[in-house]
């Protein structure tokens, strides 16, 4: 996998939608864990949400189950973080990452993950 390359960020109201894509050559081969993670200012970074990309299989975290979808498209090399019902919490730096083999089915890690982009702005305004 070359290095990705995020896009998609911008500003929204409260409740807005985003979609977020990560990028990059190879990213549809069998065999990849890629995940979303985000860093507010002054916090940690904390996952999002991953894909294996072999099977499709996918985790969230607590804070966004039920309003964020991760899906990919393979042909495009293109992983998607659809970002719905969007809250002011939401508002942080977007980072994709990839990592060989699958991912973990119960927990995000940071240190899983070897590859990193530059990452995308997401700011939600009340």
């Known amino acids: 996998v070359q290095a990705q390359v995020e896009s998609g960020g911008g500003s929204v109201q409260a409740g807005g939608s985003l979609r977020l894509s990560c990028a990059a050559s190879g990213l549809g081969s069998s065999g990849n864990c890629v995940g979303w993670f985000r860093q507010a200012p002054g916090k940690e970074r904390v996952g999002v949400a991953t894909?294996?990309?072999?099977?499709?299989?996918?985790l969230y975290a607590d804070s966004v189950q039920g309003r964020f979808t991760i899906s990919q498209d393979n042909i495009k090399n293109t992983v998607y973080l659809q970002m719905n019902s969007l809250k002011p919490e939401d508002t942080a730096m977007y980072y994709c990452?990839?990592?060989?083999?699958?991912?973990?089915?119960?927990?995000?890690?940071?240190?899983?993950?070897?590859?990193w982009g530059q990452g995308t702005q997401v700011t939600v305004s009340s």
């Open positions: 990452a990839t990592a060989w083999g699958p991912c973990s089915t119960s927990s995000i890690r940071t240190a899983f993950f070897n590859y």
């Open positions: 894909i294996y990309t072999a099977n499709g299989r996918t």
